[in-house]
RNA sequence: GGUCCGUUCGUCUAGGGGUUAGGACUUCAGAUUUUCAUUCUGGCAACAGGGGUUCGAUUCCCCUACGGACUACCA
């Protein structure tokens, strides 16, 4: 009987969720999503040290932004709630004690100093990786080699202690991985792996297989960083009887820098020139903000866009997905095997796509946003008619407003460039025609403003190409933009006019040719 | 160092024993336009190297090189 497909997201709240930290969680949505499975968030906090307030919340938000629905999380809780490690942790004792008296796991005593001594002694005798494992276990001060009322002395007087995996000398481990194949690894290149810390927390190894069972997850896509530990896991599994009901392993390949050069991590903050979180992040300790996607004018649709190909594609030629067409052609086969690096040029791509092709209704909330901050008032109608004007031309939100605000305030500076090679008495002449002629146009708008244009061009025995970068420059004080027609029709006739006056008696000093 | 994973245009990638090695981003050129942008057309540009296997390898195998991850009482 096929289980119903159970797939979980588990970060630990140690900071703000990192770009390559989001991918994982669309690509574990994208599969429940695509086979009606459940989409699970589990909170790995059991490092009690790295705690970061607001990280929980952030991650949540983040989510959220991006579209990931939840079935079952801290916050809406579920079957097999609490969904935080923290909250979970009289559970994990059990498991240690199974593995303990299964003979698979035993008490270890040694101290942090007496540990650093082991590794340096090994360091020393020139022996390649120095750990805890089956051979250095016997030097050390354990239930394996101290005697077993030594070990219960130790025990009912409180000393601390950690459980270790007892990994076998010589084995092979197998693992099948759904992107890499069949991974093999040999036992002795794994140590004996701490279970149960000293604060009675358990780590990640072990804390990880027990919800996964109890909470009946059917695949782990995590980041590859997790491979080289997967064989200790699927140890875990054989060793607490679990390995029939062991769920699938996908390990994803990484976010490169662009360089290439290592990982993209959470420390690399705006340092490559691009956000690496999903939402801004203040700091709560140092008080530094990182800038995220969302703030910098990433629509959510297009940042999920990007995020799903960056390692995954179709195969198809199609590049725009929404979530649900994503969901739909997802499959863990597609996925590549080798790291990925981040082009940020690509995600910028992906939002003029979004952007274009959102309807200018929906566009002039940003500028009508943008407008509001500056106190300036305006009609629906006319954002977005100015928002339908320039959305070939932006790539982000915010530049309705910071490219366009000529549409509401008249120029104080004029394109010095435009106004050297463009500004000269003969324009000036037919301009001071047109400001003359415009306050009595019947029928203002786009068409008639341009038939009176050329009318009085053709007096002056001029074509329109001699005169429109000066106009432009005149009406909006850039060099470039949309249709200037267009321009004119919505910022009016007066200010037309206005405008058109101010001008020449600004650039008087180009118009002697 | 050890273990594991990887390697197709600058980047993301498709492909897969016989192809003019395809697309997208970037970039360049041309067309259109009142400017810029958009759009359209076109161009540059890749199978890391060496051995096998094979009639034939970019594709399968091995080695090398390079890159990456891991190597904590962190996840």
Not at 268 to 275: C, E
Request: negative net charge; glycine residues 6%.
């Amino acid at each position: 009987m096929e289980r119903e497909v159970r797939v979980r997201f588990a970060p630990s709240p140690t900071g703000p969720l990192h770009i390559g930290g989001v991918r994982t969680a669309l690509y574990n949505y994208l599969l429940a999503k695509k086979v009606g499975g459940k989409m699970i968030l589990r909170i790995e906090d059991t490092d009690q040290n790295r705690f970061v307030p607001g990280a929980e919340d952030y991650i949540l938000e983040s989510l959220k932004w991006c579209g990931i629905e939840l079935d079952e999380s801290p916050v809406v809780g579920g079957p097999y709630a609490p969904y935080r490690q923290s909250e979970r942790k009289p559970m994990y004792m059990q498991y240690a004690m199974q593995l303990i008296e299964s003979g698979h796991a035993y008490y270890a005593f040694d101290t942090a100093e007496e540990l650093d001594a082991m590794r340096e002694r090994l360091k020393a005798a020139k022996v390649a990786t120095p750990q805890y494992n089956s051979i250095t276990r016997n030097t050390m001060r354990n239930s394996l080699t101290l005697p077993e009322d030594e070990v219960k002395q130790l025990l009912d007087s409180g000393a601390p202690y950690v459980i270790r995996l007892k990994v076998p000398r010589k084995e092979e481990i197998r693992l099948k991985d759904l992107i890499r194949g069949w991974v093999m690894v040999h036992s002795s290149a794994i140590d004996d792996k701490v279970l149960m810390k000293s604060d009675g927390m358990p780590t990640y190894h072990l804390a990880n297989i027990v919800d996964d069972h109890l909470m009946q997850i059917t695949h782990v896509i995590r980041g590859e960083e997790w491979l080289p530990s997967a064989p200790l896991h699927v140890l875990l599994y054989r060793y607490l009887g679990w390995e029939d009901t062991m769920p699938e392993f996908a390990h994803l390949p990484l976010l490169l820098k662009p360089d290439g050069n290592g990982k993209l991590s959470k420390r690399d903050g705006d340092k490559l020139g691009f956000p690496v979180f999903p939402l801004r992040w203040t700091d709560p300790f140092t008080g530094e903000v990182s800038s995220g996607y969302r703030e910098s004018g990433y629509l959510p649709e297009a940042f999920v866009n990007f995020l799903a190909f960056l390692g995954w594609n179709p195969g198809t030629q199609q590049e725009l997905f929404t979530m649900d067409e994503l969901a739909d052609e997802f499959t863990i086969e597609r996925i590549g095997k080798s790291g990925t690096r981040f082009d940020i040029q690509k995600a910028r791509w992906f939002n003029e796509q979004y952007l274009r092709a959102k309807p200018d209704a929906e566009l002039a909330k940003y500028l009508l946003a943008a407008l509001e901050e500056h106190n300036i008032s305006c009609t629906q109608e006319k954002a977005e008619k100015i928002a339908g004007l320039m959305k070939e031309r932006v790539s982000f939100p915010q530049e309705f407003w910071r490219e366009a605000s000529y549409f509401f305030v008249a120029p104080t500076e004029y394109n010095e460039k435009v106004a050297t090679k463009k500004w000269n008495s003969q324009a000036v002449a037919v301009f001071e025609d047109f400001k003359n002629e415009l306050p009595a146009l019947q029928n203002f708008n786009a068409d008639s403003v341009k038939e009176l244009l050329l009318g009085i061009l053709e007096r002056h025995n001029m074509k329109i190409g001699q005169v429109m970068q000066a106009l432009r420059l005149a009406v909006t004080g850039a060099e470039a933009g949309p249709d200037l027609m267009q321009i004119i029709e919505v910022i009016g006739k007066e200010e037309t006019v206005s405008r058109i006056g101010t001008a020449i008696e600004k650039l008087s000093q180009y118009a002697t040719a």
